[in-house]
């Protein structure tokens, strides 16, 4: 598949400044598909339980990190490449009161600057779409569970065939290099040596979030984005975000869950 010339350096920029803060504002500090529920349910799949070790890779903010702490008695290390996202994670951290059992990294999902077989559970939430190489990715997942651990991620994913330019326009807008396949991911794990538990499409209620997001976009937070960051900024949201509903509901972008164990 055709990488876009995204690099790391374009997803981080962005998330810096006004990208990542507006899709706060339309997904809450998750920054993912369905916040705390969807973030219980991965949790369950995967056996996140007081005292796993998690390390959460691409963790923004930290709102999932938080969660598991929270609600299972997890340790969570949360890395990321955006320096603001890091700081922000570690502020609202400390302001939780679970600087004891959540901690977060500046680094690069590409090279985890961890030592092998150190995390029962390597976790992701609709972010790995960003990363540029998936198969290293996966590789450098597996090389720091420990044997036996479990790998658990939700992302999204190209669900139906799309014109070329179709492809571009959409990972363009959502600084993504390319979108893998639900089979595409099932692949890539069994390769580096995991025992694929779930592999889910999840694509059926995507549509519906979608337009969730549009529907906030143009309508509560239309006044506030434009505001803080100018009618061109919510324009180039708008115009991107519909690109996104028409692909969804026309089955050609979804999003998948994928629970492995290392063996």
Not at 42 to 49: E, M
Not at 69 to 98: C, F, H, I, P, Q
Not at 147 to 154: L, N, Q, R, S, V
Request: proline share 2%; with cysteine; hydrophobic share 40%.
């Amino acid at each position: 598949m055709k990488l876009l010339d995204i690099t790391i350096a374009d997803v981080t920029a962005a998330y810096e400044g006004a990208v990542g803060i507006i899709w706060e504002m339309l997904m809450g500090e998750q920054i993912h598909v369905g916040g705390g529920e969807e973030t219980d349910l991965l949790a369950r799949r995967a056996g996140v339980h007081a005292g796993t070790r998690v390390l959460d890779v691409l963790s923004g903010l930290g709102g999932p990190a938080r969660h598991l702490a929270r609600t299972y008695g997890a340790t969570v290390t949360g890395l990321d490449a955006t320096g603001r996202m890091v700081s922000e994670a570690v502020l609202r951290t400390k302001n939780a009161g679970l600087g004891d059992r959540v901690a977060f990294r500046l680094g690069n999902a590409l090279d985890i600057p961890f030592t092998s077989e150190t995390f029962d559970v390597v976790w992701g939430q609709d972010s790995w779409c960003y990363v540029t190489d998936k198969d290293r990715l996966i590789r450098e997942c597996r090389r720091v569970a420990v044997p036996g651990g479990t790998i658990a991620f939700t992302d999204w994913i190209q669900a139906g065939p799309m014109r070329d330019d179709e492809r571009r326009s959409l990972n363009a807008f959502m600084l993504f290099p390319y979108m893998e396949t639900l089979a595409g991911y099932e692949r890539l794990l069994r390769r580096h040596g995991f025992a694929v538990t779930e592999c889910e499409d999840l694509s059926e209620d995507f549509a519906s979030h979608m337009h969730r997001y549009r529907n906030a976009l143009t309508g509560d937070l239309k006044d506030r984005i434009v505001e803080r960051f100018g009618t061109d900024a919510f324009r180039e949201m708008e115009h991107g975000i519909a690109l996104w509903v028409d692909a969804a509901d026309e089955g050609k972008v979804g999003r998948g869950r994928f629970v492995g164990r290392k063996a």
